[in-house]
């Protein structure tokens, strides 16, 4: 069964930092792009960044970059996601996705508070 | 950025009726040389998520009801959803995949009447 476990989330203080995990499974993970797409509490769907099968080519949202660095490691079969700086509208609820987005994680919540 | 757009944002419809949501893209997502509209639609749920629709905007994805289908080019789609039951209850989402950063529009509710 192809699948995506995000971790990593939790409650950070505004200006702290947080790494997100995505381990993938059933399916060759180095032969595809991944993603990571966030949904803030009440709000929609909201592209984050993404990254070539190599690792060297990535893409991000303006909001993001800068603060926010996403990497891979094809021998562990895994996706993070490296969030400095964070801001209070960094609350929400990241997902990654495979390349093709048919394949999505549950989602680890990421809190920005005092 | 190519903006996405949804109309309505919120749609109640009678169970078996049929459901149209439209999106508009900023301009367009057709790429002339494969003749493909990068455009997805997606299917959210509370707590769980997004479930991949439809791709190349009219390609279902394996697995999904053919009571849900999409059409469209350029920068014009549509979801339509023949005939309404009650476990598609949820909000949709089209997005684009042109050009990164690969924007979702706002969402459209889907409720029953």
């Known amino acids: ?114 | 950025d190519i903006a996405v757009s949804q109309s309505p944002d919120s749609l109640a419809v009678s169970l078996g009726e049929r459901a149209t949501i439209n999106c508009k893209t900023s301009q367009s997502v057709l790429y002339s040389s494969n003749n493909r509209n990068y455009l997805a639609w997606y299917q959210k749920k509370p707590g769980q998520p997004p479930k991949l629709l439809t791709y190349w905007a009219a390609t279902r994805d394996s697995g999904v009801p053919d009571r849900f289908s999409g059409s469209g080019s350029g920068t014009d789609f549509t979801l339509t959803i023949s005939s309404l039951q009650a476990e598609d209850v949820a909000v949709y989402y089209c997005q684009q995949y042109y050009n990164t950063p690969h924007t979702f529009g706002q969402g459209t509710k889907l409720e029953i009447k």
């Open chain 1, 1 to 114: 069964e192809e699948q995506l476990v995000e971790s990593g989330g939790g409650l950070v203080q505004p200006g702290g930092a947080l790494r997100l995990s995505c381990a993938a499974s059933g399916f060759n993970f180095s032969k595809y792009w991944m993603i990571w797409v966030r949904q803030a509490p009440g709000k929609g769907l909201e592209w984050v960044a993404n990254i070539k099968e190599d690792g060297i080519v990535r893409y991000y949202v303006d909001s993001v970059r800068g603060r926010f660095t996403i990497s891979r490691d094809n021998a562990k079969n895994s996706l993070y996601l490296q969030m400095n700086s964070l801001r209070a509208e960094d609350t929400a609820t990241y997902y990654c996705a495979r390349g093709g987005y048919s394949v999505w994680g549950q989602g680890t919540l990421v809190t920005v508070s005092s």
